[in-house]
């Protein structure tokens, strides 16, 4: 079974562009979580989705956006980007049930904003 | 807002030796607790874990605790080894048939020398 798909790998953008990054989960997996994860602040949860709604979101400013689409693929966005926002983006996928919450993480897209 | 703090933020032992890590959730409504290892320019990958009604969990040399009226669970390694070497995530989920949240720590980077 393929894991987590994410693209692109690398990138690189400049103050106020904008960017859209992609997730393919593992066949099966409804649930599809994107996390920032900057040196020394871990993994910061953005958002989740689950059949095409979002169900949760982290503290993130409107800047950051998602969506997931009926195949359960997803994206997110980042408008207007800043110098802070250069980070590794991580997508991880579940099975979405309440007793088992593991989530299989893909290699993240790098981002850097110059 | 759910918050899940973590100790120490680096962590350097010698090998063979016992290396803890410790980490403190503050939703009462968490029922699961992951620990991910994330090897340099790997993605996270789940080692351990351990659900609310469970008091301990080993597996071979890795073992975690939880003391929910504390709200406290901690990761145990015995007779560490160099590959150990990684960062180490502890996570609380919480949440119901609404949706799901995994909040992760900030990690703590595990040197094991040899």
């Known amino acids: 079974k393929a894991g987590v798909t994410q693209t692109p790998r690398y990138l690189i953008k400049t103050r106020g562009q904008q960017v859209t990054l992609s997730c393919s989960p593992i066949s099966g997996h409804r649930s599809v979580s994107w996390y920032q994860q900057t040196p020394g602040q871990g993994l910061q949860f953005l958002f989740e989705?689950?059949?095409?709604?979002?169900?949760n979101k982290g503290n993130f400013p409107g800047r950051f956006s998602g969506r997931q689409f009926s195949n359960s693929r997803s994206e997110m966005n980042v408008s207007t980007l800043e110098l802070g926002d250069s980070a590794l983006y991580l997508c991880a996928s579940s099975l979405d049930q309440p007793q088992t919450g593991e989530l299989f993480f893909g290699e993240g897209s790098r981002l850097t904003v110059l | 807002g759910e918050n899940v703090e973590q100790h120490p933020s680096t962590l350097s032992v010698q090998e063979g030796d016992s290396a803890v890590i410790k980490c403190t959730y503050s939703?009462?409504?968490?029922?699961?607790f992951p620990w991910y290892k994330q090897e340099l320019g790997k993605r996270p990958q789940l080692i351990i874990d351990i659900r609310s009604n469970v008091g301990e969990k080993k597996d071979q040399r890795i073992a975690v605790t939880l003391n929910k009226t504390a709200k406290h669970f901690s990761l145990h390694i015995t007779e560490t080894q160099p590959e150990d070497s990684a960062v180490y995530f502890c996570a609380a989920l919480g949440g119901s048939t609404g949706g799901f949240k995994t909040i992760f720590g900030a990690g703590t980077r595990l040197f094991v020398k040899a």
């Open positions: 939703d009462s409504a968490s029922n699961y």
């Open positions: 989705y689950f059949s095409e709604t979002q169900r």
